[in-house]
């Protein structure tokens, strides 16, 4: 006998145009048998009826485009943030609003390690919200003296460490000259270390090891709660190493029984040939399971905006602070795009500014005429300062874009203000845009840079606040279906899934967002308080009380 | 103590020969253990005879050099490097086409036991000045160009003789000046790119024929204004690309003199060191008289 469920809830919202909203799911072996009143999917024969979701709202499993795993990990750290936000085991530690608070934070955590000589690490650091005051190796030396304390900024950029740290890592002395080391005016350094290039040689000391963004077991694990407790059933990780260890753990620990979401791992474009990666990538791609989607790669063209090494059009950076840094080619992206397109592998490739944009469509359009693939799916990921005309590019070219609607909650204020002005500000992240020209499109959270959330996302996306509540491209605004299509069936097209996830009808994974309140009527002001139960994923069933 | 690790930094756009000029160091390291770090194996990062056993991130070579790959850690293979035993003689860190090499020696500077030797930036003689007019690469390539200490003009059998000399002057104004070493192949004297080789016993002279350098050895014996001397012997007009050596200061103690292009530096060294100065620089244009002469000033 066929084993079917049949769930009653109060409301599904199928993402299904042809029948928006039913009552009933039929559930079959971890898919989607039917969708719709109970009298319907009746037909399909015996069936037991589950009404644990009768008072629930159901959504199709949400999909999260540009995460990191890392997010897990940074969870055993101590949470130094602004803004509150709740952790895999679903506390919610409350946002610190000063230096003192933060520091306090960490004393109580120093006190409950034993040993003398562990490290204390906090995270997700970001002073732009306490009027730029810079946190001192002094302010940490006050938690103590004798550990090494490292305190990672939200940018991920940018390490605050003890005296203890620095003494560690050899550079508590005079005469350092480096442009990412601030000196005090007693010559040392005042323990802000900013870039990979000097948070590295300290990292070590203070927890934050050189493969921080390989998410361990552990980590995992802890980032599939999250997962549950945002509703998320397909969740990316872009971009990771996957070295041979890595790939071991992926497979072992999304492969447990109660794993329970579908991850999908973009190969990092460096420190490899465009060759050696695609052919890698082919590899991986026939390793892949269901829950680890192995076989994409993710290139990264700029920096950041506010860190300034985006690579930006004229008129540069409104503070004029110089162009930022290429990191990758155009040869070297030509390349790996003819290649990807010959072997079917999709890339991802990031930009931030306009300028790494423009060399990407640039890039891309050629590499298409000798390797022609309507289906490429390429995706432009952050693509914040895109313009009009560039989105029309991206159309002609079938790309996707997947928008960083996020960020302009978080640093809005400081784009408007600092790096590239009032105008440019205002078209950040042009949903609308995107989506008038006809441009898939995702958003996203980018976790742990912003907290994963995608009804958050969907609210930036839908209100574009700014931290200090200013309205910022009112233009740009997109409605509440048009956001919940983005963090559902969009995300998934940018992941060639769309086939499989992101509406509830028929022959598709039994993936759920179990829902408190229904985002379609609660309104805009309110979507990022969407209360969510748990998720469904495959058919199986997570309460995110019970985690 | 042992003596700090030296680390070049060669740099410059895809395309400039940089692969070319390794493989050409590790044909005649002549001894000297060389560590090359690349961002990334090429398919033919390193010319198949030389290698003589590979691994996936290490290279082993005739020699006892080895070359690794690096990838997005740079800082983590610099440690990994230093405790390689018996440790390299001399770490050269190719840098990607991307990189802006000032920033490559700011992360060296940082870690204990090395000691930066300098930026080598190769330029295609054929089209460093297109590449340095890219719309998207334009400002890269004369930030590199910039960073230099030593500029290598590659491939200039690929240019006529009017193209070569208008090329010289404008990579002399971009730079202000900076020493050019022309050369085609990637072939250049191992002096002018590593300071360990200008003071290795075994390789003693030049012994590329078409070389337009030269090198001495000076031996001032009277103490000098060590730091006043250092500051002259990196003057444009000298002819200078590098020297080291030691020389005996105005307080009578032994100091180190480094100089690459216009860049020096002075450092205490043990009593029992010999004075001497190598200096490797432009033929017809070093002298052994200048030289001296500063050394006279200078004490």
Redesign the interface.
Known sequence: MVDTTIYSARKIITMNPARPTVSHVAVRDGKILAAGDLSELETWGDYKLDETFADKVLMPGLVEGHAHTMEGTLWRYVYCGYFDRGDPNGKVWDGLQTIEAILERLKEAEVQIDDPDAPLSGWSLDPIYMDNTRVTRADLDSVSATRPIGVLHASGHILNVNTKALELG??MKTG??????PLGADGYPTGELFG???M??IGVHVGFN?SLTDSDEQGLRDFAKLCVRTGVTTITDLAA?LDDEGIEAMLRVTGEDDYPARVVPLQ?F????P??IVDKVVELKARATDRLRLGRIKAVADGSIQGFSA?MRWPGYHNGAP?G????????LAELYRLALGAGIQVHTHTNGD?ATE?VLETLAPALRDVPSPNHRFTLQHCQLADAAQFRKMKELNMCVNLFANHHFYWGDEHYRLTVGPERALRMNACRTALETGVPMAIHSDAPVTPLGPFFTAWSAVNRLTASGRTQGEHEKIGVEAALYAITLGAAYTLHLDDEIGSIEVGKKADFAVLEDDPTEIGNDNLKDVCVWGTVQNGRIFAASKL | MTAPLPVTVIGG???SGKTTLVNHLLRNANGLRLAILV?????LAIDEDLIEAEDDDIISIAGGCVCC????????AL?DMAKLNPQPDHVLIES???A?PS??V??V????GFCADGIVILADAETIQRSACDK??G??VLRQLADANIIVLNKIDLVNKAHLLETKRWLGQQTNGVRIIESSHGIVAPQVVLESFLVQKSLGVLHFEASNLEMMTITLREPVDVESLAKKLADDNLGLIRAKGFVTSLTGQKNLIQVVGRRWETSLAPDSTLNGIVCLGFKGVLSRQNIEKIGNVAS
């Open positions: 050899g550079l350092i000259n480096h442009p990412g080391i990979p290039e000097t590295t040689p050189r190493r990092l460096m420190g490899a040939t060759k050696e690579r162009n840094l290429w990191y990758t080619a155009p040869e070297q300028e060399m | 756009y895809l395309g961002n990334e194996f090429g398919e790959s690096f990838g997005s850690d740079l800082t983590g440690i990607s086409g991307v802006i920033a490559i700011g992360s500077s940082l870690l204990n998207y690469m400002d890269t």
